[in-house]
């Protein structure tokens, strides 16, 4: 089992920036991917980055360049540093971890709304 809790979200103008936290308990050396995902109103749910255990990174187009993944291990968490954003990422953020089982976990997320 692993537990995850998201903090950071909030209120932010366009262009402004904001730190996405996630911190992950429990079986935690099982974990093998980390990454973020949101949901907008009436949308799906999509991958905005991901990381695995050796640092390697991927992003969705829509915030390459914009958005940064990191982990730290020893701490086991994993950050989403979101810089110039924009209304359209306006979205409720979950961490998801991936067990080396395959098996997956999902915060409850955290709520980023970019006001124009």
């Known amino acids: 089992q692993v537990q995850l809790v998201e903090s950071g979200g909030g209120l932010v103008q366009a262009g402004g920036s904001l730190r996405l936290s996630c911190a992950a308990s429990?079986?935690?050396?099982?974990?093998?991917?980390m990454g973020w995902y949101r949901q907008a109103p009436g949308k799906q749910r999509e991958l905005v980055a991901g990381?695995?255990?050796?640092?390697?990174?991927n992003y969705a187009d829509s915030v390459k360049g914009r958005f940064t993944i990191s982990r730290d291990n020893a701490k086991n968490m994993v950050y989403l540093q979101m810089n110039n954003l924009e209304p359209e990422d306006t979205a409720v953020y979950f961490c998801?971890?991936?067990?080396?089982?395959?098996?997956?976990?999902w915060g409850k997320g955290t709520l980023v709304t970019v006001s124009s």
């Open positions: 998801n971890a991936v067990l080396f089982s395959g098996v997956a976990y």
């Open positions: 429990g079986s935690r050396f099982s974990i093998n991917v």
């Open positions: 990381i695995n255990r050796g640092s390697n990174t």
